[in-house]
Structure formats: structure tokens, C-alpha cells
Antibody, heavy 120, light 108 residues
Framework: IQLVQSGPVVKKSGASVTVSCRAS????????IAWVRQAPGQGLEWMGW????????NYPPKFSDRVTVTLDKVNSRAFLELRSLTSDDTAIYYC??????????????WGQGTQVTVSS | EIVLTQFPDTLSLSPGERATLSCRIS???????VVWYQQKRGQPPRLLIH???TRATGVPDRFSGSGSETDFTLTIDRLEPEDFAMYYC?????????FGQGTRVDIK
């Protein structure tokens, strides 16, 4: 199982960013993908989840108006879009496999992380 | 909203000692939905334990988990040099996930 994420990006405040995550080594449609971020020196923060099985999504209230998670099942890729960026969004963004046949589970495999830097 | 509080924030121990990490959850939860991850500097998290006490594939048996309701524990017997890292607990359910703030296990 491998999750390979897109490379580092620098964005201006107010812009949007999209991070991708390409999965291999398993049946993509049978599992969900979650997104988790980690600000410098801080802990892990869950941002959103999408079921590969049903396409259902869920977001914590903090991100529900700024985050969209989507899938490209043909190419086994997941995407995180984060809008209206501020310097507080500077962080490493991880994708992780979680949820099996629509049943929520722990995150058993993680991408390598994508550094997103927001400058003013 | 479920809140997870880990303590202590930092644990300073020597190789060979036992580490006991705690995770307190703001409401009673099923053991099935409590998870522990290890994160080393510059790396993504790694799944250690799920369902409160089931070790993930390849995790050494010096790692063990226990607990119920609101109080859960990760124990590392006989710390090895590679065990000095950050540890996070997680609870999930109803397509919502939450993490504790982490405990750092440092070399004394």
C-alpha cells in the first residue's frame, strides 16, 4: 500500500490550494481517504474524509466551509482543496487511508506529507 | 465534541525503562474506536494500536494498549532507542475523528 502526495507549494494569503494523493497497492474504491494536517511544532488535526465506496464526505465544523475533499476513482487519486488561505494554514498536509466499505476505521497507511506555506 | 487529553506532555526516560502514556477522553467511548499512533521527527504518523489494544502489523510486542470508557493507556516496555518519538491517541466514530495533543517520549 502506498500513498504518494504532490510536492510542496507556496501560496499567497487569500488563495486556494489543492493537494493530491495517489494510491496504489489496494482496491481504491473499497477504502476511504482522510486528510490530516500538522502545523509547525504542533499536533495532528483531522480536516476531512471521503468514502471511496460511497463518495460520502464529512468535515469537522472548523473546516466545513473551507475544505472540499474529492476523488478520481479512475486514477486512484484523492484531492484536498483548502480555500481562503491564511498564515495559520502553513502546515504539512497528510492523506491517510481510513474507512473500509463505508465503515469508518483508523488510519492504517499515510502519505509522505505535503508542505504548504502561506505567505503574505 | 469529544476532546482527548494526553498526559504527560513529555516523558523523559532511559532506554530499557517502561513508558506509560495516558489518554483521557471527554466522554465514554467504545474501546473499538480508540487508536494510538507513533510519529518520528520528519515522518508521517504510523499506526501502532487500534481497538485500544490490538497491535498493528509489524508492531513489536513491547507496545501494548489498555483501557476503557474514558481512560486509555499506551505502555512501552523496555524502551528501545527507536521508540523515542511523539505518540498520539485518536478516537473516531460517526465519520468524525479526533486526536489528542500528543506525548513526547524523550531520552533522559
Amino acid at each position: 500500500i502506498q500513498l504518494v502526495q504532490s510536492g510542496p507549494v507556496v501560496k499567497k494569503s487569500g488563495a486556494s490550494v489543492t493537494v493530491s494523493c495517489r494510491a496504489s497497492g489496494y482496491s481504491f474504491s473499497n477504502y476511504g481517504i482522510a486528510w490530516v494536517r500538522q502545523a509547525p511544532g504542533q499536533g495532528l488535526e483531522w480536516m476531512g474524509w471521503i468514502s471511496g465506496f460511497s463518495g460520502n464526505t464529512n468535515y469537522p465544523p472548523k473546516f466545513s466551509d473551507r475544505v472540499t475533499v474529492t476523488l478520481d476513482k479512475v486514477n486512484s487519486r484523492a484531492f484536498l482543496e483548502l480555500r481562503s488561505l491564511t498564515s495559520d494554514d502553513t502546515a504539512i498536509y497528510y492523506c491517510a487511508r481510513g474507512g473500509h466499505y463505508g465503515v469508518v476505521t483508523w488510519f492504517d497507511s499515510w502519505g509522505q506529507g505535503t508542505q504548504v506555506t502561506v505567505s503574505s | 465534541e469529544i476532546v482527548l487529553t494526553q498526559f504527560p506532555d513529555t516523558l523523559s526516560l532511559s532506554p530499557g525503562e517502561r513508558a506509560t502514556l495516558s489518554c483521557r477522553i471527554s466522554q465514554s467511548v467504545s474501546r473499538s474506536y480508540v487508536v494510538w499512533y507513533q510519529q518520528k521527527r520528519g515522518q508521517p504518523p504510523r499506526l501502532l494500536i487500534h481497538a485500544a489494544s490490538t497491535r498493528a502489523t509489524g508492531v513489536p510486542d513491547r507496545f501494548s494498549g489498555s483501557g476503557s470508557e474514558t481512560d486509555f493507556t499506551l505502555t512501552i516496555d523496555r524502551l528501545e532507542p527507536e521508540d523515542f518519538a511523539m505518540y498520539y491517541c485518536q478516537q473516531f466514530g460517526d465519520a468524525l475523528w479526533a486526536f489528542g495533543q500528543g506525548t513526547r517520549v524523550d531520552i533522559k
